[in-house]
């Protein structure tokens, strides 16, 4: 909060409770117009929206699309908007990210904002936090949608093309951020302005915003095509097999990184033939390789981040603990890793593009969102993205009590103390939800439950429409449930079961026993994961309750405050601390992890920002080569010889034309992907590079700079020699021929899982 004066806050403050009060009294206006919408027939609905223009200055129309919306939602859907929806659709419209808690119908708040935007004609696409909630929300809300004459449509990972090019023509669109991403990346293979799947990014409604524009905001997706891959040379595996931790080289304190001593930089010197590693003539070439192979041998290990499976190295997805079958490792550590298990090389992914979530969404004009923890990200959401945030006030008051969390002394103490408390509250027949933060500890946990008699269900399920179904059903009387990562799952829970309606004698009967009870197993790395956690409970009003266990041994204080001493005054028998007691150290663990988030997230967004400016240049001349007939009149300008020759031959300006678009496409792709791959391997070594010199990111934005400089007329120059070259007939150019074919084969996958996250968790248990 330092960067901010208290006067800022202020203002700041001041101005969202003017929003609010101006957003409740819209919702009053707009009850002027219910018998209006109300007499409205459905056939007179269409047009009677479309007249309306919700960003219309000085006019009633912001107040009559509320009062169609209400009437429309319940006519089509059966469902009555509440005005605490009705506020947050109208917050969205203006473009802030709202928050409402879980259960308030943030969908239904969603849809009339996306309708909103829709009849004042901008084209407006649904972020869903997963393929099965953006098919379930388009299909639940089109009647609505359709009642008003919007389209709609969504996509998902099983959608071909031909519907991915239909979806992405409707004015409401939803999808999960990796498959609309994906289509933009994809867009990068197009070499025909026909082919072009997704249109030009308008308006973006974010569902659970802060877990996709915050937590996940710094993931890439990335569209590889394949290669073969680089493997470090055998006498660098070699020497770098034979280095001891401690003494050749250091692992630093999150496990994400390794580098050599004194010792171990020498004694590779040595083996490598008396060479100086960090001398101009290594540094970029043997040094990187080095780094590799350490990285191979010291930090990734067998069956924890990868299995061996018939011939094959397979990556471990770790938070949903199974192979991630597309995934596999970038630059060179996949054939590395092969090569120290003394596998064969495969195919390797070369980076043909990357794009980060959050700069895939910066190309948006409009971003707005909705979450049940707006607030608790408000700083980055306003540092990152610009955004405001509102919040909604809920429908039903909360009634749920959080509990004040319980610590312990250490893990194994933790985990009889959750079992305990788990067995007393599921005898009453009361159903309990356990958060967990990986899959090996959700395991463990429902083994030792077991033990004690009681049976969990634990998410591990196939598919997200499997999870979504369980999770759904954890308000079952007596049902106990454990999941991870509850965050982003935009799955409500009713008690009583899932089609349990709020007055059926199943859901008044839970509620009697206290509704919901959710246990989180340790602190996350920050608060608002914690909240998004407990609200799962005590949704609408309803009653339910929310405890934490903790322990002093958690990762989260091992990583975050490791010289700290922990308390005494543990009872001897449980091992738990008073209330309160021993809760300070785990919070201050937590401030540190969300500081140095913050920071992280500040950094990594200040490295990538220039090279997605760079993007968005190299993007914006594809577009042109693409859609114009610049690739003629570029042709004309630089090889007249040639392409006259080419005239006179007979072929159509029409087919060099096209021949000319895909060479300077091919060329403008290569140098792309090459410019990546350079950018990578600068990011890796940066902090070797820039020794002794400015500061790291100085020196990185020096080097990017400068290659990127080079690479139109690298690409142009490439582009002349194959026009010159290639052969070109009636047909069109023959890249293949001239060795310049396009990946085939090429598969995208978001590096999601950082494969060293968990480990801690994992040896805890002793799992995976
Ligand atoms: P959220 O995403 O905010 O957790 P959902 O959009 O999944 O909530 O909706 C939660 C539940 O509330 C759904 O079962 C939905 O049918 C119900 N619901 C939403 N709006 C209304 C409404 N206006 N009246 C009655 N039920 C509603």
């Given at each position: 909060m330092g960067r901010f004066s208290n006067k800022m806050w202020k203002?700041?403050?001041?101005?969202?409770?003017?929003?609010?009060?101006?957003?409740?009294?819209?919702?009053?206006?707009s009850a002027a117009f219910d018998e209006w919408a109300q007499g409205l027939s459905d056939e007179e609905f269409p047009d009677a929206a479309l007249a309306l223009d919700v960003y219309a200055a000085k006019s009633d129309d912001r107040a009559k699309f509320i009062a169609i919306a209400r009437e429309g939602a319940d006519r089509a859907l059966g469902l009555r908007p509440f005005d605490v929806q009705l506020q947050g659709a109208d917050r969205l419209l203006e473009g802030d990210v709202v928050e409402m808690a879980t259960g308030?119908?943030?969908?239904?708040?969603?849809?009339?904002?996306?309708?909103?935007?829709?009849?004042?004609?901008?084209?407006?696409?649904?972020?869903?936090?997963?393929?099965?909630?953006?098919?379930?929300?388009?299909?639940?809300?089109k009647p609505f949608f359709d009642l008003l004459d919007v389209t709609v449509g969504y996509v998902a990972e099983s959608s071909t093309r031909e519907e991915r090019r239909e979806a992405y023509a409707k004015d409401v669109v939803y999808g999960s951020v990796n498959e609309i991403g994906f289509d933009v990346l994809r867009d990068q293979l197009?070499?025909?302005?026909?082919?072009?799947?997704?249109?030009?990014?308008?308006?973006?409604?974010?569902?659970?915003?802060?877990?996709?524009?915050?937590?996940?905001?710094?993931?890439?997706?990335?569209?590889?095509?394949?290669?073969?891959?680089?493997?470090?040379?055998t006498a660098i595996m070699e020497v770098v097999a034979r280095l001891r931790e401690g003494k050749h080289y250091e692992i630093d304190a999150d496990g994400k990184s390794a580098f050599l001593t004194d010792d171990g930089a020498k004694l590779v010197e040595e083996e490598l033939g008396g060479i100086d590693l960090y001398s101009d003539a290594h540094v970029a070439s043997t040094l990187p390789q080095v780094n590799i192979a350490l990285h191979a041998y010291a930090l990734v290990e067998r069956d924890v981040h990868y299995i061996v499976r018939d011939g094959q190295v397979k990556l471990i997805n770790s938070s949903r603990g199974r192979v991630a079958e597309l995934?596999?490792?970038?630059?060179?550590?996949?054939?590395?890793?092969?090569?120290?298990?003394?596998?064969?090389?495969?195919d390797s992914g070369e980076v043909i593009d990357t794009i980060t979530v959050q700069a895939l969404l910066q190309r948006y004009a409009l971003v707005c969102g909705m979450t049940?923890?707006?607030?608790?990200?408000?700083?980055?959401?306003?540092?990152?993205?610009?955004?405001?945030?509102?919040?909604?006030?809920?429908?039903?008051?909360?009634?749920r009590v959080d509990q004040p969390m319980r610590v312990y002394d250490n893990k194994g103490n933790k985990v009889a103390g959750i079992v305990d408390y788990v067995r007393e509250v599921h005898e009453t027949g009361q159903p309990v939800l356990i958060g967990t933060h990986d899959v090996a500890e959700s395991e463990e946990l429902a083994h030792m439950l077991k033990i004690s008699g009681v049976i969990a269900t634990v998410l591990n399920a196939k598919n997200d429409a499997d999870e979504a179904?369980?999770?759904?059903?954890?308000?079952?009387?007596?049902?106990?449930?454990?999941?991870?990562?509850?965050?982003?799952?935009?799955?409500?829970?009713?008690?009583?079961?899932?089609?349990?309606?709020?007055?059926?004698?199943?859901?008044?009967?839970?509620?009697?026993?206290?509704?919901?009870?959710?246990?989180?197993t340790g602190l996350h790395d920050t608060e608002r994961l914690d909240q998004q956690l407990r609200g799962r409970a005590g949704r609408q009003g309803d009653p339910g309750t929310s405890v934490i266990f903790a322990s002093v041994e958690d990762p989260i204080v091992e990583r975050h405050l490791p010289l700290k001493r922990p308390p005494g005054g543990a009872d001897p028998e449980t091992g738990e601390f008073p209330r309160g007691k021993a809760a300070d150290m785990l919070d201050s663990a937590q401030r540190v992890a969300e500081g140095g988030m913050l920071e992280t997230h500040a950094n990594t967004w200040r490295y990538n920002q220039?090279?997605?400016?760079?993007?968005?240049?190299?993007?914006?001349?594809?577009?042109?080569?693409?859609?114009?007939?610049?690739?003629?009149?570029?042709f004309a300008d630089l090889e007249p010889e040639r392409l006259a020759e080419l005239r006179e031959a007979g072929i159509d300006d029409d087919v060099l034309e096209q021949a000319a678009r895909e060479a300077f496409l091919y060329h403008l792709d290569r140098t792309w992907a090459e410019h990546l791959?350079?950018?990578?391997?600068?990011?890796?070594?940066?902090?070797?590079?820039?020794?002794?010199?400015?500061?790291?990111?100085?020196?990185?934005?020096?080097?990017?700079?400068?290659?990127?400089?080079?690479?139109?007329?690298?690409?142009?120059?490439?582009?002349?020699?194959?026009?010159?070259?290639?052969?070109?007939?009636?047909?069109?150019?023959?890249?293949?021929?001239?060795?310049?074919?396009?990946?085939?084969?090429?598969?995208?996958?978001?590096?999601?899982?950082?494969?060293?996250?968990?480990?801690?968790?994992?040896?805890?248990?002793?799992?995976?």
């Open positions: 203002v700041l403050g001041a101005q969202s409770t003017r929003n609010q009060s101006r957003s409740v009294a819209l919702i009053e206006q308030e119908g943030k969908t239904l708040a969603g849809a009339v904002a996306a309708a909103g935007m829709a009849l004042a004609g901008r084209s407006v696409h649904v972020i869903s936090p997963n393929d099965y909630l953006a098919r379930r929300d388009a299909e639940w809300m197009a070499t025909r302005a026909e082919d072009l799947l997704s249109p030009k990014p308008d308006v973006a409604i974010v569902d659970e915003a802060d877990s996709v524009l915050v937590d996940e905001a710094l993931i890439p997706l990335v569209l590889a095509g394949s290669v073969k891959g680089d493997v470090p040379q995934q596999r490792w970038p630059d060179g550590l996949q054939a590395a890793v092969e090569a120290k298990e003394g596998l064969s090389q495969t049940g923890t707006a607030i608790a990200a408000g700083e980055q959401l306003r540092q990152f993205y610009d955004l405001g945030v509102s919040q909604i006030p809920p429908n039903t008051p909360n009634i179904r369980i999770i759904a059903d954890a308000g079952t009387k007596g049902a106990v449930t454990v999941s991870t990562q509850m965050a982003g799952r935009g799955t409500d829970i009713k008690l009583g079961g899932h089609d349990a309606g709020d007055e059926s004698p199943e859901h008044d009967e839970v509620a009697a026993l206290g509704g919901l009870a959710v246990v989180g220039l090279v997605n400016q760079q993007r968005d240049l190299v993007m914006a001349r594809r577009h042109t080569l693409l859609t114009s007939d610049r690739p003629l009149t570029d791959a350079f950018v990578s391997e600068v990011q890796t070594t940066i902090h070797l590079r820039a020794l002794g010199r400015q500061s790291p990111l100085d020196e990185f934005h020096r080097l990017v700079i400068e290659e990127f400089r080079k690479l139109p007329d690298e690409a142009v120059r490439r582009a002349r020699q194959t026009l010159q070259e290639a052969e070109i007939t009636g047909d069109g150019i023959d890249l293949d021929d001239a060795d310049l074919g396009r990946n085939t084969l090429t598969w995208t996958y978001m590096v999601h899982d950082n494969p060293f996250a968990t480990k801690g968790m994992a040896n805890m248990f002793g799992m995976i």
